[in-house]
């Protein structure tokens, strides 16, 4: 039973550029959740996605963006780089409707030089 | 709005020892999910131990366990038995739930280190 996966695992980028960040979901789950996590920090939650469309939002501006595809898969995208957003990105999943802990990937390490 | 506070940035105990990690929460709301999770340096976050706001008895797994007050809004773990093993960052967590289930507001961790 696959978990929760995320692609790269690393990634450095500069200034100014965008990145997208992508995840698998856990299997039999259909609500995928984006969080940043800052060195040192906890994971401060980005937005939540759900029936491709997004459900929540946290406190990120509108450089962050998202996409939920039809197998449950999403994507993160930030665009206009800035150096503060280096930090590991964490996708978690669960199943919509029941209250089941959210499960984790590793998290994509963004690097921003 | 709600918060969690986790008040002790690092702590450390000797391998097969008791620690006692504290962690605060402020919310208006009466239904609610507390969660304590785990991540190792390999940075997944592992969940540990969960309790409702509505169970007046404290969860517990294994050799890990809650003392909740809700009135005082505190959500303590125990480890018990230390183990090497158990060395990593706990984040403290709070959940409404909802239709979808809302999202996890976590404490800026204690990193715990188990001494051999």
């Known amino acids: 039973d696959a978990g929760v996966t995320q692609s790269p695992t690393h990634l450095i980028k500069t200034r100014g550029q965008q990145v997208t960040l992508r995840c698998s979901p856990k299997s039999g789950h259909d609500t995928v959740s984006w969080y940043q996590q800052a060195l040192g920090q906890g994971p401060q939650f980005i937005f939540q996605?759900?029936?491709?469309?997004?459900?929540q939002r946290g406190n990120f501006p509108d450089r962050f963006s998202g996409h939920q595809f039809p197998n449950y898969s999403s994507e993160l995208n930030v665009n206009a780089l800035l150096l503060g957003d280096s930090a590991l990105y964490l996708c978690a999943s669960s199943p919509f409707g029941r209250v089941q802990p959210q499960h984790f990937g590793d998290g994509t390490r963004l690097s921003i030089l | 709005a709600q918060t969690v506070t986790q008040s002790q940035p690092e702590m450390s105990v000797q391998e097969a020892e008791t620690v006692t990690l504290s962690c605060t929460y402020d919310?208006?709301?009466?239904?609610?999910?507390l969660f304590w999770y785990k991540q190792p340096p390999s940075r997944q976050m592992i969940l540990v131990i969960r309790?409702?706001?509505?169970?007046?008895q404290n969860a517990t797994e294994n050799r890990f366990s809650v003392n909740f007050q809700k009135a005082a809004k505190s959500f303590s773990l125990k480890i018990s038995d230390s183990q090497l093993g158990d060395t990593a960052m706990y984040f403290c967590a709070f959940m409404t739930p909802g239709g979808s289930q809302g999202n996890l507001i976590f404490g800026k961790g204690t990193k715990l280190s188990v001494k051999p």
């Open positions: 309790q409702e706001a509505y169970k007046q």
């Open positions: 919310t208006s709301e009466s239904n609610y999910y």
């Open positions: 996605y759900y029936e491709e469309e997004e459900r």
